[in-house]
């Protein structure tokens, strides 16, 4: 992605992290389109709204990520559980469905790279995450 050559100066994890959270945002986002064609108990209003639910809070974990906020690691705990439920429900609906299992995949990836953040992050006061220091 172009626009992350701008942030070569963060660590690599984050810059996983961000475009992992990026990626499962655009892919949950497809995935509601295509449970709302195939109707039934993909169309129910839970799953649409845990879709929707996962897709917006990774689009915000990127973004506080991206901007360094004090508040990163909460919204990337909140990703996690979101990204998890996400990859559960899918994977009980796919039924070998190509769509469901992608987005399972990488909500997965997700809510891992995350994780690994939030762990981080827990460990290290925020003025002394390495997020915008110099590798």
Do not use: W
């Not at 508040?71 to 990337?76: A, I, M």
């Amino acid at each position: 992605m172009e626009y992350m050559t701008k942030f070569q100066h963060m660590p690599r994890e984050i810059q996983q992290c961000i475009e992992n959270c990026s990626e499962c945002h655009q892919l949950c986002l497809a995935t509601v389109y295509h449970c709302m064609e195939l109707g039934g108990n993909h169309a129910l209003a839970a799953q649409i709204t845990l879709l929707l639910d996962c897709a917006e809070s990774c689009q915000t974990s990127a973004n506080f990520l991206l901007r360094n906020s004090e508040l990163q690691g909460l919204t990337c705990a909140l990703c996690v559980d979101a990204c998890t439920r996400c990859a559960q429900a899918c994977e009980r609906l796919a039924n070998g469905d190509r769509q469901l299992l992608d987005c399972a995949k990488i909500c997965r990836f997700c809510a891992n790279s995350c994780d690994r953040l939030v762990r981080m992050a827990t460990t290290l006061p925020v003025e002394k995450m390495p997020i915008f220091q110099a590798s």
